[in-house]
């Protein structure tokens, strides 16, 4: 599913979401729907933000710290042109590159 309320998303993420998408992109070369699917989720927190309710994107974390965000960038250079368009909009969005070449949330 790459569509859920909040509260639904927020479950998915406690229970391991991330970290099994992150395990995808990792070891599968159909990776689209595990990337839309971050793509929401990511979107959801940036979601509480805007409403007050975090002061920062709870799972971008949660991306980085299962080695996601790395998989992601890599992704950025695929040949598919979906795949590495949608890279591009989840770092573009999401993450920035700083002059140590780590992924770091973006304000």
């Not at 409403?51 to 991306?63: A, F, R």
């Not at 965000?69 to 795949?83: K, T, Y």
Request: charged residues 20%; negative net charge; aromatic residues 4%.
């Amino acid at each position: 599913a790459t569509e859920g309320s909040s509260q639904q998303l927020r479950h998915l993420v406690e229970c391991g979401v991330l970290e099994a998408l992150c395990e995808v992109l990792i070891s599968t070369l159909d990776v689209k729907l595990a990337l839309e699917t971050i793509q929401v989720v990511l979107n959801s927190g940036a979601e509480l933000v805007r409403w007050g309710q975090c002061t920062s994107n709870p799972y971008i974390e949660k991306v980085q710290s299962c080695g996601g965000s790395q998989s992601i960038e890599e992704f950025m250079l695929h040949r598919n042109r979906d795949i590495y368009t949608l890279a591009q909009e989840i770092m573009a969005t999401c993450f920035q590159s700083d002059a140590d070449d780590t992924s770091q949330p973006v304000v």
